[in-house]
């Protein structure tokens, strides 16, 4: 970057990248997985899997939120030569760096319908609507302190990209109006020009 400047990439966009992937695989895995009977029975195996899914879901959802909070309360303003990543490139970016992850997780859950019938899939699915849950606190957060929180995209490339992961040191923050994202990572409703 020129002059100093950083590449800078929305938290809550990171966090909400999985979330779609996760809980489509997780739907297809459980929707295929309800067909054999399993070692339990498909009664057994959707309790179990509904079970897992708000196990999944609440666990996702709550975890380091102390760390996102203390990172929030510690960012630093958004140098002038910053350059902010477009919420579609951050997206990209994750779900490239974590396809096989997100192909083997579909793998295990559907195979784990021999034995309990569609519990693994809604585990997956789980896990993507805590990090839609996350992602909507990240923002309720951003509009609370009324600052969009980024994190150097260079600290996302270690450790599988979490960007409340040790390597993270602290993050930046800009006003609401900057980048292409709401508060929360969802895309920016713009308003139609009459």
Do not use: N
Request: hydrophobic share 55%.
């Amino acid at each position: 970057m020129t002059r100093g400047g950083q590449g800078l990439a929305r938290v809550a966009v990171v966090v909400r990248a999985g979330a779609a992937p996760l809980w489509w695989l997780g739907v297809a895995a459980a929707g295929i997985g309800a067909a054999p009977e399993g070692l339990t029975g498909r009664r057994i195996g959707v309790l179990a899997g509904a079970a897992l899914f708000l196990i999944g879901a609440a666990g996702v959802a709550l975890v380091r939120r102390g760390r996102y909070a203390a990172l929030a309360r510690g960012a630093a303003r958004a140098g002038k030569y910053d350059v902010l990543q477009d919420r579609a490139v951050t997206v990209r970016t994750w779900r490239r760096g974590h396809r096989w992850w997100l192909l083997l997780g579909w793998a295990v859950a559907f195979g784990s319908a021999f034995a309990v019938p569609a519990a693994g899939g809604m585990l997956l699915a789980g896990l993507g609507a805590g990090l839609r849950l996350k992602a909507a606190w990240l923002g309720r957060l951003e509009r609370d302190g009324e600052t969009l929180l980024w994190v150097r995209v260079d600290w996302l490339d270690r450790r599988g990209g979490r960007p409340a992961g040790r390597a993270v040191k602290g993050l930046r923050g800009t006003g609401v109006a900057a980048g292409d994202a709401a508060p929360g990572g969802a895309r920016r409703r713009t308003a139609a020009v009459v």
